[in-house]
């Protein structure tokens, strides 16, 4: 075997190495409650989204898999970093498949993730 082939093929094996724990990385709403306090990505569909725009700090909500008032997963995203967005995010997400990364945390014992940048989600 030739020096390059060794090389293509090490490269093949990185790639997918890399693509294989990418995706053991990658958790359905359902199990985060399993994660609390682990960097995670998470996929499911937006079911429901809200601007509190009434509450302290006004709070965007994507609840994942499941609408409110029975979210099992939320994406919370402050009033703060609403102008980061291109679109209101509860426009902008609402009914679509998404990925979102970032430290899972309990807040009153829901899993979610706070959302300081848009490049946190990305769209299927």
């Given at each position: 075997?030739t020096r390059?082939s060794?090389?293509h093929?090490?490269?093949i094996?990185?790639?997918?190495?890399?693509?294989?724990?990418?995706?053991?990385?990658?958790?359905?709403?359902e199990?985060t409650?399993?994660?609390?306090g682990h960097?995670?990505?998470?996929?499911?569909?937006?079911?429901?989204?809200?601007?509190?725009?009434?509450?302290?700090?006004?709070p965007?909500f994507?609840?994942l898999?499941k609408?409110?008032?029975?979210?099992?997963?939320?994406?919370?995203?402050?009033?703060?970093?609403?102008g980061?967005?291109e679109?209101?995010?509860e426009?902008?997400?609402?009914?679509?498949?998404?990925?979102?990364?970032?430290?899972?945390r309990?807040?009153?014992?829901l899993?979610q993730i706070i959302?300081k940048?848009p490049?946190?989600?990305?769209?299927k």
């Open positions: 075997m390059h060794k090389i093929v090490l490269l094996l990185f790639l997918a190495l890399t693509v294989s724990a990418f995706a053991q990385e990658t958790i359905s709403p199990d409650a399993n994660y609390i960097q995670k990505t998470v996929c499911g569909t937006v079911a429901s989204a809200h601007l509190a725009s009434r509450s302290k700090g006004q965007t994507l609840n898999n609408p409110y008032p029975n979210q099992i997963f939320t994406v919370l995203i402050w009033g703060s970093d609403r980061k967005f679109k209101p995010p426009w902008l997400y609402s009914g679509k498949e998404i990925c979102v990364t970032g430290m899972i309990s807040i009153r014992g899993p959302v940048d490049s946190q989600i990305n769209v």
